[in-house]
């Protein structure tokens, strides 16, 4: 199974499948280019054992509902599943990524995902400009460090992002 959260599903169409696929080959790019980055080094199980309202236990709730252990190095990609409340499969996950992009987030692979998806899946725009708006309409939190709020009270965090206006 791919090291990417995006759910693989018999209902893909050939150009999701395709975007999927590339993803796949860029993720070691990806871990490349953040080699700097130190690993939190939390399982699912260490994540669970928090009290039931902070990031740690959402985080870790996510990961095991999903069936999925943290990547190493790319652990705040998860965060933004759970405190933005997107799901794992190729819409949603593209969408988080305009979210992202719209929210101040200027990553290469953030832009590439965004541009990759917007070109292959011409079909989902409307919906992914929508999150880009929500994106921009939100409290920013490109430059936050999530591994030091993991155990800060998980409402409190999503009431940060809410919108702004």
């Known amino acids: 199974m791919s090291n990417v959260i995006i759910h693989y599903s018999a209902k893909l169409n050939r150009r999701e499948w395709f975007l999927l696929k590339t993803f796949d080959l860029l993720n070691p790019l990806h871990g490349m280019i953040h080699r700097h980055r130190k690993p939190w080094g939390k ?73 990759l998806a917007a070109a292959v899946l011409p079909e989902r725009f409307g919906y992914f400009f929508q999150q880009f708006k929500r994106g921009i309409r939100s409290h920013s939190m490109a430059n ?22």
């Open 43 to 115: 399982s699912v199980d260490e994540l669970r054992s928090q009290p039931q309202n902070t990031l740690a236990y959402q985080l870790g709730n996510f990961l095991f509902e999903n069936k999925l252990q943290p990547v190493p190095k790319a652990e705040k990609h998860d965060a933004y599943h759970v405190l933005l409340g997107y799901g794992t499969d190729i819409k949603e996950e593209a969408g988080m990524q305009f979210f992202l992009l719209g929210n101040g987030k200027r990553s290469p692979f953030t832009l590439g995902t965004s541009i």
């Open 144 to 165: 936050w460090n999530f591994e030091a709020l993991l155990h800060d009270d998980y409402n409190s965090l999503v009431q940060k992002i809410a919108t702004k206006y």
